[in-house]
């Protein structure tokens, strides 16, 4: 392939999206080696380049056209405000889920974002958080930072925060709670609009597929059960499944038949209970590796 149709696309470099994004690449079936502190890396089998950069810079990156695409946390896009400047998201890619939160502490009374009037908060979102106060008409000051926020208001910093919260751990460990929940993200694949060649546009049609190949085989799992006969349609209707189950017969002429489905939804133990309670036996939930519907 002519060197020039190669697509770079960029991926944090360290952090908490690293090692999610190589094993989405991984698994899409992108085979690249990042060799000791190497920041380039060529994918052998796909007219891709990976480079590993700061999660921050990738708005930037792709708004410059220095990378064609990039997996990031949505919400650097949204504090970039680069989806204005043609920056566009492609696909949510199901990990690295947070919400920026604005935090008081534990002690604080709150009823509404009025309460927020005059009160100085720390963030490192600055642009989302003065969007979400000039929607409510809230005057504030902002503290900036670049890590650490959850300490301002013990330091006598701030009042309160406006950070990024998955489990809600770090802001109990340190005396505060959730408020408001003023954007909502998760890793996407971005890439600047109308920036790629058409052949470009195939590659990342192809990858988009594969990425949803896998994420649909993280969600899905393969049943297999042996059900007697006169049984199988009160079991069919119990498996969470997409489609009509496949029924096959068992050898030596079985009153049992096997009952296979691809389930859609996960496979719970009082599912599987239930099933059994109805004659199922054997029962086997397995995990599906890949996926092309
Ligand atoms: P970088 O130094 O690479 O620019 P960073 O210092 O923000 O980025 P991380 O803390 O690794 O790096 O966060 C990267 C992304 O992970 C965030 O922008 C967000 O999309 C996602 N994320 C998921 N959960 C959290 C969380 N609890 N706190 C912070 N980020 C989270």
Known sequence: ????????????????????????????????????????????????????????????????????????????????????????????????????CIAVPEASAYSGPADLDGVRIATSYPNTLADFMRRNSIDYSAVQLSGSIEVAPGAGLADAVCDLVSTGGTLRANGLRAVETIATSEAVLACRRGGLELEQQKSVDRLIDRFNGVKQAQETKYIMLHAPTGAVEDIAAIIPSAETPTVLELSGGSSQVAVHAVCNEPVFWDTMETLRSKGATSILVLPIEKMLE
């Open 1 to 100: 392939m002519n060197p020039s149709k190669r697509i770079t696309l960029a991926i944090q470099s360290k952090g908490r999206l690293f090692d999610d994004s190589v094993s989405l690449l991984k698994a899409s079936g992108l085979d690249f080696r990042f060799a000791d502190g190497q920041l380039r890396s060529p994918v052998r089998n796909y007219p891709i380049d990976l480079i590993r950069v700061r999660n921050d810079d990738i708005p930037t990156l792709l708004e410059k056209q220095v990378v064609d695409i990039g997996i990031v946390g949505e919400n650097t896009l949204i504090e970039k405000q680069v989806c204005n400047e043609g920056v566009e998201v492609l696909s949510k890619l199901n990990f690295g889920a947070c919400e920026l």
